[in-house]
């Protein structure tokens, strides 16, 4: 073939190519074919269309005696899953809920093995006060091909990157809003939940959720359609809890799709009323002059009325986040610990458990390839072990590079959404170094894109307790062993220094402190959730490790980003146990212990003093660091932690010493 590579294609190999090209061989009938294959069965050009689509057939038969569908027709059973979403619709102040009708509306008839069904075809331009007499078209747990396909058709900013993945743009609004966040504060929440100073949890009446509720569900009754999810969150079988999810794009239906756990069918046939509902109507405002509104974005949460509003807000992460503070409300009443944590699992079972704030590294450290992933983000600790509450992970995509995350970057592919991203305009290949419409740009995929993710997301009580920081004053050690007490001390400080805005040329470190690793999305008082933190490592025997995933050898603008391999080195150590018995010395102001040596991380930098070349600079932000530390903590020294004084005076005592 090298040698002669033309022969394939050579006339002199076609016997009558010397005298000019072949005649044109007709059949005898002197009909003229232009193949061989049988034609199509169809008559019609609609009709070959209509083969092209094919229903699929149950993948399992209805179950004979459990579920309260099970002896249901399938008829029946649509009629009743159109009735339980037309109620989650409904206005307030109407009777019923709105008419609907399943499939696209712009696709006039639905033809399925060749029979025409014919569904009832309204125009989109029926005036919306008149939406009791219009069809709401409903989009029903749609396929990511199917979704793929209203994202292009009817959303602007959506393309298929090269490779295979859904670039989407999330709109003004680029990353959650917290400080839109409210919570309706009623005789069940009045006690349960933490109000006031530091709290998460901004208040808002009954009446006005109301108001917006109503605003939310006319806004997605006047559209022509609405795309509905019924999900489940929790691989715990006996803690999972049913999610609906009603929203207008389908960027938002492929996010949750790919984010919570996806029911197989026959679980979908069973799914009944949903245990929480999200109405995301974030493309349109709240109203200002409704009451406590502070800005057109508000994102409501009623625990009682188990339901969650979206307004002036399509930041999908929303939704995500959103749900994860019902379950930080939902699963602590069941003694269960809700962990705003990544996870993993080794060969031999053990499993350590990754907290640390938005950038620090949970979904980067726990996606490894020696290990099992059972999750990035968040996860329940019961009595049976850790349980991944979602069915997705959440990459952060700035500067992701092949070679330093390479599950990361293989899940990038069919069925992942990628959001915010810029693309080459030809080839769609991605530039992931480009900060032009957010430095948080992100990728959402289904768990099992990753290749040794564990499936079902569940495992053992953890051995380690890993808590990471990005500290960007460069002081922390790489790592440090933690006893219970410094565990709990740093859990409930919540560390981590992000670098503020570069384009105005500050460059000094802000220190965040975020209780439990996550205070934008804890319900009840930080210590109540440090408390059953404290009892199940204990009971259980997990060791506490600090790692700063942050700088070494000087503050953000002098040091660099620890490096990634040094870090994984670090994680492995601690994996295998090799960190648990290594020698450790003592550092001043912290008291941290860190160790002499690591196999494969400069011995040099695990201590920060030795990489810093201005000692005094380096003494000098350790303490201005350690100030902060303890600046923060004294809205927790007045609470008990636990049953015992003991451990919350040896809490008080395990932060910095100066
Ligand atoms: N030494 C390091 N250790 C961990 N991550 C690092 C390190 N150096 C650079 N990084 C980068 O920091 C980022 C960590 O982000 P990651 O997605 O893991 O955050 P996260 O903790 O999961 O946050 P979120 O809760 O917002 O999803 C990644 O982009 C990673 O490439
Ligand atoms: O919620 C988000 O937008 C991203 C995330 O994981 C976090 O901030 O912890
Ligand atoms: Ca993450
Ligand atoms: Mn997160």
């Keep these: 073939?090298?040698?002669?590579?033309?022969?394939?294609?050579?006339?002199?190999?076609?016997?009558?190519?010397?005298?000019?090209?072949?005649?044109?061989?007709?059949?005898?009938?002197?009909?003229?074919?232009?193949?061989?294959?049988?034609?199509?069965?169809?008559?019609?050009?609609?009709?070959?269309?209509?083969?092209?689509?094919?229903?699929?057939?149950?993948?399992?038969?209805?179950?004979?005696?459990?579920?309260?569908?099970?002896?249901?027709?399938?008829?029946?059973?649509?009629?009743?899953?159109?009735?339980?979403?037309?109620?989650?619709?409904?206005?307030?102040?109407?009777?019923?809920?709105?008419?609907?009708?399943?499939?696209?509306?712009?696709?006039?008839?639905?033809?399925?093995k060749g029979h025409a069904v014919h569904h009832h075809y309204h125009a989109p331009t029926i005036s919306v006060s008149d939406s009791s007499l219009k069809f709401t078209h409903v989009l029903y747990n749609l396929s990511?091909?199917?979704?793929?396909?209203?994202?292009?058709?009817?959303?602007?900013?959506?393309?298929?990157?090269?490779?295979?993945?859904?670039?989407?743009?999330?709109?003004?609004?680029?990353?959650?809003?917290?400080?839109?966040?409210?919570?309706?504060?009623?005789?069940?929440?009045?006690?349960?939940?933490?109000?006031?100073?530091?709290?998460?949890?901004?208040?808002?009446?009954?009446?006005?959720?109301?108001?917006?509720?109503?605003?939310?569900?006319?806004?997605?009754?006047?559209?022509?359609?609405?795309?509905?999810?019924?999900?489940?969150?929790?691989?715990?079988?006996?803690?999972?809890?049913?999610?609906?999810?009603?929203?207008?794009?389908?960027?938002?239906?492929?996010?949750?799709?790919?984010?919570?756990?996806?029911?197989?069918?026959?679980?979908?046939?069973?799914f009944g009323t949903p245990d929480f509902t999200i109405y995301n109507a974030g493309q349109f405002p709240c109203n200002r002059y409704t009451h406590y509104m502070t800005s057109s974005t508000s994102i409501d949460i009623n625990l009682s009325r188990r339901e969650m509003v979206i307004l002036g807000t399509q930041y999908a992460g929303e939704m995500k986040k959103g749900l994860f503070s019902v379950m930080h409300y939902l699963m602590p009443k069941r003694q269960i610990l809700s962990l705003h944590?990544?996870?993993?699992?080794?060969?031999?079972?053990?499993?350590?458990?990754?907290?640390?704030?938005?950038?620090?590294?949970?979904?980067?450290?726990?996606?490894?390839?020696?290990?099992?992933?059972?999750g990035d983000d968040e996860h329940c600790w019961s009595d049976n072990g850790v349980s991944n509450i979602e069915g997705g992970c959440y990459a952060k995509c700035i500067d992701l590079a092949r070679e330093k995350e390479p599950d990361i970057w293989n899940a990038i592919i069919f069925g992942t959404v990628l959001e915010n991203v810029v693309f080459d305009e030809h080839t769609r290949e991605v530039d992931y170094t480009d900060k032009s419409v957010t430095e948080n740009t992100r990728a959402a995929y289904p768990i099992e894109y990753i290749p040794n993710a564990k499936i079902p997301c569940v495992g053992p009580h953890p051995r380690n307790v890993i808590l990471l920081a990005c500290d960007a004053f460069g002081v922390l050690p790489p790592v440090s062993k933690l006893s219970l007490a410094q565990t709990m001390y740093h859990f409930i400080s919540g560390y981590t220094a992000l670098v503020?805005?570069?384009?105005?040329?500050?460059?000094?470190?802000?220190?965040?402190?975020?209780?439990?690793f996550g205070a934008a999305f804890i319900m009840l008082h930080p210590t109540k959730y440090a408390a059953m933190l404290a009892e199940k490592m204990q009971k259980h025997g997990a060791t506490g490790w600090l790692v700063n995933t942050g700088w070494s050898g000087g503050r953000y603008g002098q040091g660099n980003r620890i490096k990634l391999p040094y870090t994984r080195k670090?994680?492995?150590?601690?994996?295998?146990?090799?960190?648990?018995?290594?020698?450790?010395?003592?550092?001043?102001?912290?008291?941290?212990?860190?160790?002499?040596?690591?196999?494969?991380?400069?011995?040099?930098?695990?201590?920060?003093?030795?990489?810093?070349?201005?000692?005094?600079?380096?003494?000098?932000?350790?303490?201005?660091?350690?100030?902060?530390?303890?600046?923060?903590?004294?809205?927790?020294?007045?609470?008990?932690?636990?049953?015992?004084?003991?451990?919350?005076?040896?809490?008080?005592?395990?932060?910095?010493?100066?």
């Design 1 to 112: 073939m090298a040698a002669n590579g033309n022969a394939e294609f050579s006339f002199a190999k076609h016997g009558s190519a010397r005298n000019g090209l072949s005649k044109i061989q007709t059949q005898k009938n002197g009909i003229c074919h232009d193949d061989s294959a049988p034609p199509v069965k169809a008559q019609t050009i609609d009709e070959l269309h209509s083969l092209q689509r094919k229903k699929s057939a149950p993948t399992t038969p209805i179950k004979g005696t459990e579920g309260a569908f099970a002896a249901l027709s399938e008829e029946e059973r649509q009629k009743q899953q159109l009735q339980s979403i037309s109620a989650s619709l409904a206005s307030l102040t109407r009777e019923t809920g709105p008419k609907l009708v399943k499939g696209d509306p712009a696709r006039k008839s639905e033809t399925a």
């Design 144 to 270: 990511p091909a199917e979704l793929y396909e209203q994202a292009i058709k009817y959303e602007k900013g959506s393309f298929i990157t090269s490779t295979g993945a859904l670039a989407t743009l999330s709109g003004a609004k680029t990353g959650r809003s917290p400080r839109d966040k409210r919570v309706v504060r009623d005789e069940t929440t009045e006690d349960d939940l933490w109000w006031g100073k530091g709290s998460p949890n901004i208040e808002m009446d009954e009446h006005t959720f109301m108001v917006n509720r109503e605003r939310a569900v006319d806004y997605l009754n006047s559209l022509d359609k609405v795309f509905v999810n019924d999900q489940f969150l929790n691989w715990d079988p006996e803690n999972r809890i049913k999610v609906r999810i009603v929203s207008a794009r389908a960027y938002h239906s492929l996010f949750m799709h790919n984010m919570c756990i996806r029911p197989s069918p026959e679980e979908l046939e069973n």
């Design 341 to 374: 944590s990544g996870c993993n699992m080794g060969k031999d079972g053990d499993v350590a458990l990754f907290f640390g704030l938005s950038g620090t590294g949970k979904t980067t450290l726990s996606t490894d390839h020696n290990r099992y992933l059972i």
């Design 500 to 516: 503020a805005g570069t384009e105005d040329g500050i460059k000094e470190p802000q220190a965040t402190f975020s209780a439990c």
């Design 570 to 658: 670090i994680i492995d150590a601690i994996h295998s146990g090799q960190l648990l018995n290594a020698t450790y010395k003592r550092t001043e102001v912290f008291g941290l212990e860190i160790p002499i040596e690591i196999d494969g991380v400069p011995s040099e930098i695990l201590d920060p003093i030795n990489t810093w070349s201005d000692k005094k600079a380096y003494k000098d932000t350790l303490l201005q660091l350690g100030g902060l530390f303890k600046k923060n903590f004294e809205t927790f020294t007045n609470y008990k932690i636990g049953k015992d004084n003991k451990l919350t005076d040896e809490i008080l005592a395990a932060g910095p010493n100066f």
